[in-house]
């Protein structure tokens, strides 16, 4: 089956620790995107990578990082310095057109 | 920049009734604009989508939106409610630079009673 995957479903920190989210893809999609959704806010771009080796800050990165070493992986890294880490993270991907994104289950981050 | 506007965070409606979840964007450009849905604890899933055909676009689940250019709307329709529909909806505007990126609407929580 095409599909995103995303893991695990459920992840528990501790303050002051690295966290990575997993996103993985097998829809030959070009681009990834991250997203973090708190209640009544919607979603908010967190980082974007159009192609390998390349990616962009979307509108809250601070806190944030990430790789694309591979086309069907774009892993989050939640740092430390990210000050209010708990929330519901999205990643989606899209085709070549660009023109609709596809989203994988989420991550749902608890910071204990 | 893009911005999307969605009227009313909760929609209460009965079973059998006419569903309208109201979105209006703004865009510098012609948009792209999208309806996904999603159940607790998932991810989005695509209702429907506007490219620039059709102004009434037909998604799944008996859903339809149409876009009105004038009032910059892009309402979101069923004929008739389903208690399978109870879920929040989010409405996105395409972005107007790099490569697709969406802004979202805070989404509304769409109630079903019996």
């Known amino acids: 089956d095409g599909g995103i995957t995303q893991s695990p479903k459920y992840l528990f920190r501790k303050e002051g620790q690295n966290v990575t989210l997993s996103c993985e893809q097998n829809?030959?999609?070009?681009?990834m995107y991250w997203y973090r959704q708190d209640p009544g806010q919607g979603l908010r771009l967190i980082y974007y990578s159009q192609i390998v080796n390349d990616f962009q800050k979307g509108d809250i990165a601070e806190g944030y990082s990430v790789s694309r070493e591979k086309k069907e992986s774009f892993p989050l890294t939640v740092t430390s310095a990210q000050k209010n880490p708990t929330a519901f993270y999205l990643c989606a991907s899209a085709d070549s057109a660009g023109n609709t994104q596809y989203f994988g289950p989420g991550t749902r981050l608890t910071v204990l | 920049a893009q911005s999307v506007t969605q009227l009313g965070s909760h929609v209460s409606v009965s079973e059998g009734a006419l569903v309208l979840l109201r979105c209006n964007y703004s865009s510098s450009v012609p948009p792209y604009l999208f309806w996904y849905v999603q159940y607790p604890n998932q991810g989005l899933q695509l209702l429907l989508k506007y490219t620039s055909a059709a102004t009434l676009v037909k998604g799944i689940n008996g859903f339809e939106a149409e876009f009105k250019k004038s009032e910059t709307s892009f309402h979101l329709t069923k004929p008739s409610a389903h208690m399978s529909d109870a879920a929040e909806y989010f409405c996105a505007v395409s972005g107007d630079s790099g490569y697709s990126t969406l802004t979202f609407g805070k989404g509304t929580m769409l109630l079903v009673s019996p």
């Open positions: 829809l030959n999609h070009d681009a």
